[in-house]
């Protein structure tokens, strides 16, 4: 069975840095296409970012240059670090993904990120 | 960049068929998926490429995709089918990966 597991969320001010993990069992990240995909209160889903198999990395507009997807294969790993944080960035986070690169097949229950002074 | 519409809200009667369409530009030529998040948990997904059902989704959920209009069927509709229901598709000409905006699905 496949798990997903973020660490990392909180409470961070405006302008502030976190950074998120995503840990899964059952799945080896290096062989997978892994997601994160944004839900802010009361709103739909929102892709944010994703990292490929092969190491390549795309970003939302709303996010590219501030975020970064990586991944660390020695521990199965993925991380997704996130500066110049807004308001706008408080959702919770999930990390996703799977075989496909099209579509998000796991899914973990999520991480709440709370930017606020 | 690429829109994908939903209507806000689907209601249908137990036993009865809902129908949640998702609208795009030319929608038919991608592939289309479909998640269903019940409150307070993570989405699941239900429905992949059109009309593909992973393993443990009912038969009851099925799909189709054509023009500019993709459409999930639910039938038989259960008490347990009642959450928000999202599509979604990858769009090449800009990789990115976009969803509707969400669909809730009431059971009267």
């Known amino acids: 069975e496949v798990q997903l597991v973020e660490s990392g969320g909180g409470l961070i001010q405006p302008g502030g840095s976190l950074r998120l993990s995503c840990s899964p069992s059952g799945l080896i990240v290096s062989h997978n296409y892994i997601s994160w995909v944004r839900q802010a209160p009361g709103k739909g889903l929102e892709w944010v970012s994703i990292?490929?198999?092969?190491?390549?990395?795309y970003y939302a507009d709303s996010v590219n240059g501030r975020f970064t997807i990586s991944r660390d294969n020695s521990k199965n790993m993925v991380s997704l670090q996130m500066n110049s944080l807004r308001a706008e960035d408080t959702a919770v986070y999930f990390c996703?993904?799977?075989?496909?690169?099209?579509?998000?097949?796991?899914w973990g229950q999520g991480s709440l990120v709370t930017v606020s002074s | 960049s690429y829109v994908l519409t939903q209507p806000p809200s689907v209601s249908v009667g137990p036993g009865k068929t809902a129908r949640i369409t998702c609208g795009g530009n030319?929608?038919?030529?991608?592939?289309v998926h479909w998640y269903q998040q019940k409150p307070g948990q993570a989405p699941v997904l239900v429905i992949s490429y059109g009309n593909d059902r992973p393993s443990g989704i009912p038969e009851r959920f099925s799909g189709s995709n054509s023009g500019n209009t993709a459409t999930l069927t639910i039938s038989r509709v259960e008490g347990g089918d009642e959450a928000d229901y999202y599509c979604?598709?990858?769009?090449?000409?800009?990789?990115?990966?976009?969803f509707g905006g969400g669909t809730k699905l009431t059971v009267l």
């Open positions: 030319n929608i038919g030529s991608k592939g």
């Open positions: 979604q598709v990858w769009d090449s000409s800009s990789d990115h990966w976009v």
């Open positions: 990292i490929y198999a092969g190491g390549g990395t």
């Open positions: 996703a993904g799977g075989e496909s690169s099209s579509y998000f097949e796991y």
